[in-house]
């Protein structure tokens, strides 16, 4: 497309009416207003559904601005130094993201020169940028804290204008996110004018957002927060079982659903299969394969762990119609320029309405366009979830990313980070790190502890001159003065801490990706499993690389990832107890309610269906002993807590031991006498103080609090993880870091790491303030408490989980079956 005619002075946004015209499109109303406010100098945060054009509204506003400064600049003029950082959360993202940031460029003919920076980058390329960065800049926040670590960094920005920040809601709520807010905090320094735009699909706290985005200095401009104008519809319908079982369990379903998943994919042309791990991934893949193996070729999987090669060729396969089918997880959930698909399926609950909201985005992904998504549920129960869903999006009720507060262990990361990026003055500094919403409250006394802790390993780690990182030059200025501990910094920066990962290679050449190092572990050579699809059979380990040849067949096992655990969250489920009020006053709305109506008429009959303000407690006795079924529908990592918290207020009442399991409706408590509850209600079982005594008094914190201190010592920089092919493994890693964890406890009680590890503990494993906030629910609402003579359909589910850690000879399915078939004939009968 030829460029467009200069525009009349009146008129700055002509280029782009101009150049969405000749693509047919319209612009919208919210994009006009970015690229307005972008051209006075604002700042912003622009929310919007998926595929409505958030990334052109964030886009063409530098775009305009260069055209109206160079009207009659040639096509082929020197290509202008970096003006734009576009930061995306996702390295798979940045070539889709790419793509189609250049696309306007090449129709108006900019002189820019446009290159992502990732761990994908290759070396070439950045030895080129080494030199010279490209005039806009696609990178992750961990790539940009590189960049803030080169000595010139500060000239490298001189010509800065902008940044964008793709995906902002995926960022916030994380340490990655501080990361973010910390970087910007060093350009607002070096560039006082420095517009800052972030896009964000589905959060609930757009404040929190705004604020965290543009930093908390006393001199900020207030920011512009943009509402897409153009909702999408959003379908929402599932998968109904032919078949109801009474007394389900999770994951009995696995894929047998696998005909309707085959037949919902072949009534549109294109479709994405999410699921929500990437084990879950690899097995539906398998299945939809061998079940139409005629689609050999045009159907694919990706996840974060396969190689970029692979990725890249799913991407292009999506967007340019190769593909009929890609099973996926969150690696797809974002991104900006794939082809709509017809069908979009989610395996399993969403276990939030965002996430739902957003994987049905990649449906219809255009103007306009309806965007529907279908659930296939691994547990009927989770049928309940979906009309839940249903209900949380008509009410706008989206997840909400609560900021992380002052992490003392990224601080000193970003600290010798900016000592290596030239130096600092400690006020300096200090000032310019409050200037960020999460170190906004940082006291005195934390920032002169992270001072000392760089400069000298803290209170016990002094007499080792490895932990002494940053040295005091004559003037004050802070800075690293030891090419080994910068070189160790630099490949240690990031918060991204997961068990080590081994790459997958063919013996014969070629990378598959990369699988965690504890599933390896577990492998003999000739052992088969599959990865990125394909049968193989497991070599050797070396040097943490997996070599590996192709298998003759797909019988093995399937790797697991960690982090595999997706609570259900607050706003899903509180409008799950909503659906099951009303299933207690017999409405039964929508098919999924009424496809799970004879499993609830049993549980109803059998013990009771808990009203929105009830606490259900159901009292069972068996051969194995006294069962206590709690069912506050609050989420797995609330109700773990919980089950410790009343394990142990019960256990002081009476000695007593417990066996727990939990899963995200409820949690059980077994115990070989009977438990004293209705003393223990009366005595403030329920009771939401002393929690902060309570709640580490009933779990091993301090051994909880030492494994979290793994992820706070690599951030931290007191342990590192190895250079490429020489890594430590994950049992090295965690006994190095428990060990600091040891010293400090002991010789260093006052040390602040030590502290936030007990506070993570808390917070992101045990999610403590939702279980405050659960138990103030709790506690003013009413209980009910039955006496059921055989185990709900509710129930069974929690007592299945605890019966798959028992040790048997007899399969799974085979045990449970019994179970169920005694459960039946109890619920037809009543014998």
């Given amino acids: 497309m030829p460029r467009t005619a200069a525009p009349p002075a009146a008129d700055p946004l002509a280029p782009a009416e101009a150049w969405f015209a000749a693509r047919g499109w319209e612009p919208f109303g919210f994009q006009r207003e970015v690229w307005r406010a972008y051209l006075a100098g604002e700042s912003g945060l622009i929310h919007a559904a998926t595929g409505t054009g958030k990334t052109y509204a964030a886009w063409l506003g530098a775009v305009l601005e260069w ?40 129709d108006l003919e900019l002189p820019w020169t446009l290159e992502s920076r990732t761990g994908d980058t290759s070396a070439a390329t950045r030895a080129r940028q080494r030199k010279r960065l490209p005039t806009a800049l696609v990178t992750t926040p961990e790539s940009l804290a590189l960049l803030l ?7 490298l920005f001189a010509d800065l204008q902008a940044v964008v920040i793709d995906e902002w809601h995926e960022l916030m709520g994380s340490k990655r996110g501080v990361l973010t807010e910390l970087a910007l905090a060093r350009m607002r320094a070096w560039r006082p004018g420095l517009r800052t735009w972030g896009l964000s699909a589905t959060i609930g706290n757009l404040q929190d957002a705004l604020d965290a985005l543009l930093g908390t200095a006393p001199d900020r401009p207030t920011g512009r927060s943009v509402q897409g104008h153009v909702p999408k519809e959003v379908v929402v319908d599932a998968l109904i079982p032919p078949t109801i079982q009474r007394f389900p369990w999770a994951g009995h379903l696995g894929t047998q659903m696998l005909p309707q998943v085959v037949e919902a994919v072949e009534e549109g042309e294109t479709a994405i299969v999410f699921t929500n791990t990437r084990s879950q991934t690899e097995i539906w893949y398998q299945a939809l394969l061998e079940a139409r ?7 694919a999987l990706h996840h974060g762990s396969l190689d970029r090669a692979r990725r890249e060729w799913v991407e292009n396969g999506l967007r340019s119609g190769v593909l009929r089918c890609v099973v996926a997880t969150s690696s797809l959930d974002l991104g900006v320029d794939f082809s709509p698909v017809d069908r979009v399926l989610q ?34 129960l989770e049928l309940i979830e979906v009309a839940a869903a249903r209900d949380g999006m008509r009410a706008n009720a989206v997840e909400s990313r609560l900021p992380v507060e002052r992490p003392l262990d990224l601080l000193a990361q970003h600290v010798v980070t900016i000592a290596l990026g030239g130096g600092f003055q400690p006020d300096e ?7 960020t919403r999460a170190y906004a409250e940082l006291l005195d006394d934390e920032w002169q502890w992270v001072l000392d802790f760089v400069t000298r390993g803290g209170d016990a780690l002094s007499a080792y001159p490895e932990f002494q990182r940053v040295v005091v030059s004559e003037d004050g200025t802070f800075n690293v003065g030891d090419k080994q501990i910068a070189r160790r910094h630099r490949m240690s920066i990031g918060t991204i801490v997961s068990d080590a990962s081994v790459t997958v290679k063919y013996i014969g050449g070629g990378t598959l990706g990369s699988v965690e190092e504890s599933f390896i572990a577990r492998l003999n050579p000739g052992d088969k499993f599959i990865f990125a699809g394909k049968p193989l059979e497991f070599a050797r380990v070396r040097d943490m690389v997996a070599w590996v040849r192709r298998a003759k067949n797909s019988k093995g096992a399937i790797p697991r990832w960690m982090g595999a655990r997706m609570p259900l969250s607050t706003e899903l489920a509180a409008s799950l107890r909503g659906r099951l009020e009303e299933a207690s006053r017999g409405l039964w709305r929508d098919p999924e309610m009424e496809a799970i109506r004879p499993i609830l008429e049993i549980q109803a009959r059998w013990s009771r269906i808990p009203a929105a303000d009830e606490l259900l407690i159901e009292r069972v006795k068996t051969r194995e002993g006294h069962h206590l079924f709690f069912f506050p529908f609050e989420g797995r990592l609330v109700h773990e807590g919980l089950a410790a918290l009343f394990a142990y207020r019960i256990s002081r009442l009476k000695p007593i031991s417990f066996t727990f399991s939990m899963n995200d409706y409820g949690f059980e408590l077994l115990s070989p006498d009977p438990p004293p509850i209705e003393e223990a209600l009366k005595a403030g079982l329920l009771a939401p103080h002393n929690l902060l005594d309570d709640v580490p008094a009933s779990l091993n914190a301090t051994e909880m609090a030492r494994r979290q201190f793994r992820e706070i010592a690599r951030v931290a920089g007191l342990v590192f993880q190895g250079y490429p092919y020489a890594g430590k493994s994950a049992r090295q890693l965690q006994a190095s870091s428990g060990l600091f964890f ?38 003013a609402g009413r209980v009910a408490l039955t006496d059921p003579r055989r185990t709900p359909p509710l129930a069974f589910p929690l007592l299945v989980d605890r019966t798959r850690e028992a040790v048997s000879s ?15 004939k109890y619920a037809e009968t009543g014998k």
Avoid at 357 to 369: F, I, K
Avoid at 748 to 772: F, I, M
Avoid at 816 to 823: F, G, I, K, P
Wanted: proline letters at 7%; one cysteine or more.
């Fill in 810 to 824: 007899e399969s799974m399915a085979d045990r449970v079956r019994r179970m169920q078939v005694a459960l039946e």
């Fill in 67 to 106: 055209l109206a400064e160079h009207p009659e600049s040639p096509s082929n003029a020197k290509a202008p130094p970096l003006r734009v950082l576009w930061i995306t959360p996702l390295r798979a993202l940045a070539a889709d993201t790419e793509e189609a940031l250049r696309a306007p460029l090449t």
């Fill in 347 to 380: 395996i399993g609950s969403p276990k939030g309405v965002a996430r739902l909201l957003q994987r049905a985005g990649r449906s219809g992904h255009r103007p306009g366009a309806v965007s529907r998504v279908t659930c296939v549920p691994t547990n009927v």
């Fill in 429 to 435: 500094l200090k000032a310019e790190v409050r200037t």
């Fill in 742 to 779: 040891d010293v400090f406890t002991r010789y260093d009680p006052g040390n602040l790491l030590v502290t936030q590890a007990h506070r993570e503990v808390l917070e992101r494993q045990l999610e403590s303030s939702r279980l405050g906030r659960t138990l103030e629910r709790l506690a």
């Fill in 149 to 155: 670590s080169r000595d010139d960094a500060r000239g």
């Fill in 293 to 299: 193996p005629d689609w050999a070729g045009q159907i």
